[in-house]
């Protein structure tokens, strides 16, 4: 892995990609931007506030380099941010919580065969409806071991 021997950002050096962390940002030739090596993903650049901005996304998310690596500023749609934090407790926390409010009212009979299987579908859907939000914050977060890992599966 190449480091900058530059303490600012310019067009001139190469920098670890501060989304799959693997990869490196060359810059683009005839073009004010910055591509990965690994990920493929391109970046704008704001030499003047030492920050690059993810450009091939509709998400806009910024990274501030520091001298010596990446700082990720906050997103600049809080109200998204929100959103998706609320869709996702939601989707995760009402289905489970219909199934065990039904489980509740409506028990099985202790003694008939399958007396578990309401159980065993609370902790399935739980776990179908956690796997949904964890893959909707990755997606929205671009978080690096997991565009690394879709990257390769593309691959």
């Not at 489970?96 to 007396?115: K, M, N, R, V």
């Not at 159980?119 to 409806?129: D, N, R």
Request: charged share 10%; proline share 5%; glycine share 4%.
């Amino acid at each position: 892995m190449a480091q900058s021997l530059s303490t600012t950002l310019n067009y001139e050096q190469s920098y670890h990609c501060p989304v799959c962390r693997y990869g490196q940002l060359n810059p683009l030739m005839l073009m004010d931007a910055f591509a990965c090596s690994f990920c493929r993903h391109i970046f704008t650049a704001n030499l003047s506030q030492q920050s690059v901005c993810l450009a091939d996304t509709t998400q806009s998310i910024y990274w501030r380099w520091t001298g010596q690596r990446w700082q990720p500023l906050h997103h600049a749609n809080s109200e998204l941010t929100v959103a998706i934090w609320i869709l996702s407790v939601g989707l995760t926390v009402i289905p489970t919580t219909l199934i065990g409010l039904i489980y509740q009212i409506f028990p099985p009979l202790e003694d008939s065969a399958g007396a578990e299987f309401p159980l065993l579908w609370l902790v399935l859907v739980f776990l179908a409806h956690l796997s949904i939000t964890v893959w909707i914050l990755a997606e929205f977060y671009q978080i690096p071991f997991y565009v690394a890992w879709k990257v390769r599966s593309q691959a």
